[in-house]
């Protein structure tokens, strides 16, 4: 099993930045591919970004809405996935979860991230 807990969420105003961060604990190989989802107020989730890694970074990549604005990252040494957000804009507001799965791949689909962290609430005014 692996554990995520996430933060750094608050509050900012539009042209703002946060970076979020993500703590993983457990059997840490059952987590070579973490993504960021998030989901606003009445929006089904979403994922913003994911990073494959067994040691070595392998393979990134970042949804269109924010391309150019977010950027993830990982230290493996630590096992902290972070989420650094720049130029934040009011749609951006939502609850930001991290979410961890064993095997390496490139989808951003819900539905295939089987470990899931509690969330950290972002909101952009």
């Known amino acids: 099993h692996v554990q995520l807990v996430e933060s750094g969420g608050g509050s900012v105003q539009a042209g703002g930045s946060l970076r979020l961060s993500c703590a993983a604990s457990?059997?840490?190989?059952?987590?070579?591919?973490m993504a960021w989802f998030r989901q606003g107020p009445g929006k089904e989730r979403e994922g913003v970004a994911l990073?494959?890694?067994?040691?070595?970074?392998?393979?990134?990549t970042h949804a269109d809405s924010v391309r150019g604005r977010f950027t993830i990252s990982k230290d493996n040494a630590k096992n902290i996935l972070y989420l650094q957000m720049n130029d934040l804009k009011p749609e951006d507001t939502a609850m930001y979860y991290c979410?961890?799965?064993?095997?390496?791949?490139?989808?951003?689909?819900?539905?295939?991230?089987?470990?899931w962290g509690q969330g950290t609430q972002v909101t952009v005014s």
């Open positions: 457990g059997y840490i190989y059952s987590s070579k591919c």
């Open positions: 979410a961890a799965r064993a095997s390496l791949g490139a989808t951003l689909t819900v539905a295939r991230y089987r470990y």
């Open positions: 990073l494959n890694s067994d040691g070595r970074l392998i393979y990134i």
